[in-house]
């Protein structure tokens, strides 16, 4: 008995968020291994058929949004939705917060993205051409350039650290002031509370979706723009070229 | 009535100031948020077939104006918890 109080103990210094976000992780792997195990072409189970419709949508996504081949970066991309997706909604479940309702876990995603940013451009452009574009339009934006990549990351973490958080702090305050301050009216403010604490719990449904896709968009936009970019003449071609091709699909 | 000690006097200090940092803060974003969001409904009303790329550009300009929230957001915690 004391040896297991003694291993508690020991686990104790843990943040809750890391057990959530392993737990997270755990739960998807093993999720990815079953639906992965037996992939079939003919006749699909439900489960591919889902799973299937979340690839390929964003693959769609990538394509529209980076405007390139979206195979190289599905992968992260496709993660990073998923996982944040999962991480929100873990703070449905009563007794559990969201690991993301943490700034150390939105912060580590960030740096991922951070990180990938420039993975993907000197892969896509090459070591000097993906330093060169920091330059741009001219050599005076050096500083200004580095400076948004730095707070455009820290907007990333901070967003979804804060959306997520409010919202569970907003459950928590109703229902703190409903058992602590006004505890002499609790019969009558209890159905009140209960009824504000559903909205908000159905708003933090929603915010959960909306902030999953808004991370993923801005980690597509934020690879996307470190893989293509290009000097105004090459983008001037470039536009002209889609446009070409947009109305040739729409006279079809 | 009793003399207020300085530690007090600087948590006080401390709420008034993160609260109104949220509150001044969140007018700006509120205001740009809503017009680009009603600008966007009117050109989904025009074009309808535009709105899958409008939607999406939209959320992205909504991220970009709200992180001015966010940083407020930040300055209202830096004021309230770093010692």
Known sequence: MDQIRNILRALDWIPK?????????????VLSCAV??????EAPGKLQSFFELLVEQLCKLTREIARTDPEPYVPLVGTLFVFVFVANLVGMVPGLSSPTADLSVTAGLAIVVFLAVPFYGVRARGFGRYLKAYLE???FMLPFNILGEVTRTLSLAVRLFGNIMSGEFLLLVVIGVVTTVLHGYARVFMPVAFVLTLFLSILSLITAAIQAYIFTVLALVYIGAAV????????????????????ANGSD | MDQIDAATLLQV????VAGATIAIGSIGPAFAEGRALAQALESIARQPDASGTISRTLFVGLAMVESTAIYCLVMAFIILFVK
């Open chain 1, 17 to 29: 968020s890391a057990w959530s976000t392993w737990g997270v992780m755990a739960v998807l792997a």
């Open chain 1, 36 to 41: 992965t195990r037996r992939l079939r072409t």
């Open chain 1, 228 to 247: 293509e970019r290009r000097n105004a003449a090459e983008r001037k071609k470039a536009r002209a070229l889609l446009n070409e091709e947009e109305k």
């Open chain 1, 137 to 139: 339009p001219n050599a």
């Open chain 2, 13 to 16: 200090v401390r709420l008034i």
